[in-house]
């Protein structure tokens, strides 16, 4: 397969104008909504190479990608944005069974983080307080009143939610964020592995407001945390698990 991405590696998309190239296998191109195999994406590739079953099964008997199975998977280009686009519509798969089960899941989740919002709702009224502030070297997020410290919480981030493009993006796949507050929610993308759940499996996705209030829910009840924070930005919003919090 190709090598990894770098800053030069660019083509113009007649959709997207000029964007970062991608390699996929062209039966992915064909049909998205189909389990998408490929590494996860790091700092240096954010849009592995993918392809799909019969290109994996070529994959796994060799246990690599060499010259005798290249040959095999027929690799086409894509522009990362089309990439984006065609991997999101993967999660269409989900069918049946698995997505009855999945919404089951959802519900108890759902409402099991409504539960524990309420409870550090109660127990440090997070609303009355005149301003928080987080910090990602320190992974904390301080509510405070005129300059004064109140609450503490230790923090992990979830992901975030882009009204301006109607996607998620797990932090996990976030390469903005501090490795300390990105890293323990890849438990939730191992949970999502396990069980096959697409949702918890693909970096970007495109998605509602709600859907960002249920993958928190999810990362809460994996991780087993206190509580989610939802802090707005300019187009968006980001979600922070609370994994400790205290009166300072």
């Known amino acids: 397969m190709s090598e990894e991405l770098d800053e030069f590696d660019e083509l113009d998309c007649a959709q997207h104008g000029k ?4 390699y996929v296998c ?3 191109i064909a049909e998205p909504v189909q389990k998408w195999h490929c590494d996860y994406p790091d700092a240096n590739n954010p849009w592995p190479d993918a392809w799909c079953a019969v290109c994996d099964a070529h994959y796994q008997a060799a246990g690599e990608w060499n010259e005798s199975n290249e040959n095999l998977v027929p690799i086409k280009l894509l522009c990362h944005s089309c ?7 993967s999660l269409g798969r989900m069918n049946g069974a698995l997505l009855t089960k999945w919404n089951d899941f959802l519900d108890t989740c ?4 409504q539960k524990k919002n309420a409870q550090l709702n109660q127990e440090f009224d997070l609303g009355s307080h005149k301003r928080y502030d987080w910090d990602q070297a320190s992974g904390e997020l ?3 009143n005129n300059g004064v410290a109140a609450v503490i919480a230790k923090i992990d981030f979830i992901g975030s939610y882009s009204s301006k493009t109607d996607t998620w993006l797990w932090a996990w796949a976030n390469f903005h964020l501090l490795v300390n507050v990105r890293t323990s929610v890849q438990a939730v993308r191992d949970f999502g592995e396990l069980h096959d759940y697409p949702c918890l499996t693909t970096p ?3 998605a509602e407001k709600v859907n960002a209030w249920e993958m928190a829910a999810v990362a809460a009840s994996v991780l087993n945390a206190r509580g989610v924070y939802q802090s707005p930005f ?5 979600f922070l698990l609370i994994r400790e919090i205290s009166s300072a």
């Open 234 to 238: 300019e187009g968006g919003a980001s």
């Open 19 to 22: 964007a970062h190239t991608t």
């Open 110 to 113: 759902y409402e099991d983080l």
């Open 83 to 89: 990439y984006e686009d065609a991997r999101s519509a």
């Open 26 to 28: 062209e039966h992915l």
């Open 204 to 206: 970007k996705w495109a």
């Open 142 to 144: 301080v509510f405070s």
